[in-house]
């Protein structure tokens, strides 16, 4: 067979580049490959914060449909905005290289930290966190690409606001002021792209598994178990990362009460070899030390 493997993306420009990031990589193996890209949800409603919408991945559900319906063969995400659960009949085939998993926060000019500040993010993650440091501070809501999102900061009268350093950095967008944020813990699989193919279609599952990156693959399965494992989705302050340390896995994870408040962290260090479970693990030792508690806050304040 020689079809062309049909790619399916955002057509924002970050989702652009990581599409044109795995068609070069595909092509660079024999592959004949098209680009198609569609508008999700997530793109065009601005107006609310994402945990308002009340869509579970609302950033790959069009993509979703667009493979259970023939359109595409395999989409390309940034990993972080993919539920842990995905659709029947579609399946996660490949991890690629992890780039900068950081947060950052990108500024106009100095910031006197002491004093009050407005810090812009769509994340509660980035909120909760942020609060948790700086509770004299207003953090407000952020939505948009990454470069409707730098345009707003300009545009606005912020002291600053927080990105993904990897999302900037691939597009050639990283401003001179910023400040690497590496007290907060990223959200799960942030920095990793992940392609997902059709069950069923042996063709581009084969083909797309060759580009998987099996240390990101571990690294980010343990990140997203235990995110799973919380219930969180995309709407709970979570954080995880975990890193391969020479031979063993270096993971730590937190969850935040919504108003930053309150916080639960947990560290672990376990052997490559027996790392498959780790996430897991980790996420049933949180929920036992007031975890299920304040998820249960959580809930009940989101609804």
């Not at 790619?7 to 092509?27: F, P, Y």
């Not at 990993?79 to 998993?101: C, F, H, N, S, W």
Request: glycine share 6%; with cysteine.
């Amino acid at each position: 067979m020689n079809k062309a493997i049909r790619i399916g993306t955002r057509d924002s420009e970050l989702a652009l580049w990581q599409a044109n990031t795995v068609k070069k990589q595909l092509e660079d193996l024999g592959y004949k490959t098209e680009l198609i890209a569609v508008k999700s949800t997530g793109d065009l409603i601005l107006d609310k914060p994402l945990y308002e919408l009340g869509i579970t991945g609302i950033f790959t559900k069009t993509l979703d449909i667009a493979m259970l319906n023939g359109t595409v063969d395999i989409a390309v995400h940034s990993m972080k905005d993919v539920p842990t659960a995905l659709p029947k009949g579609i399946i996660q085939t490949a991890v690629l290289e992890r780039a900068a998993t950081e947060d950052i926060l990108v500024t106009k000019g100095k910031i006197d930290y002491t004093k009050p500040c407005t810090i812009a993010t769509g994340s509660l993650r980035r909120k909760a966190q942020w609060l948790h440091r700086y509770p004299h501070h207003t953090v407000v809501d952020l939505r948009g690409n990454v470069n409707t999102r730098l345009q707003k900061l300009q545009d606005n009268n912020w002291d600053g606001a927080i990105f993904a350093k990897a999302g900037l950095k691939r597009i050639n967008i990283l401003p001179e002021n910023y400040i690497e944020l590496d007290w907060m813990i990223p959200a799960p699989a942030q920095g990793a792209m992940v392609i997902v193919t059709l069950q069923n279609d042996k063709y581009s599952t084969e083909a797309v598994r060759k580009l998987n990156n099996s240390n990101s693959q571990i690294c980010t399965q343990i990140e997203r178990d235990f995110l799973r494992k919380l219930e969180g989705g995309c709407t709970a302050p979570i954080g995880a990362l975990a890193e391969i340390v020479e031979n063993t896995i270096q993971f730590k994870g937190c969850l935040f009460s919504l108003d930053g408040e309150n916080k639960l962290e947990v560290a672990k260090s376990v052997a490559i070899d027996n790392s498959l479970s780790a996430g897991n693990i980790a996420a049933e030792e949180l929920l036992e030390n007031g975890g299920k508690e304040m998820m249960a806050a959580i809930k009940n304040e989101m609804s």
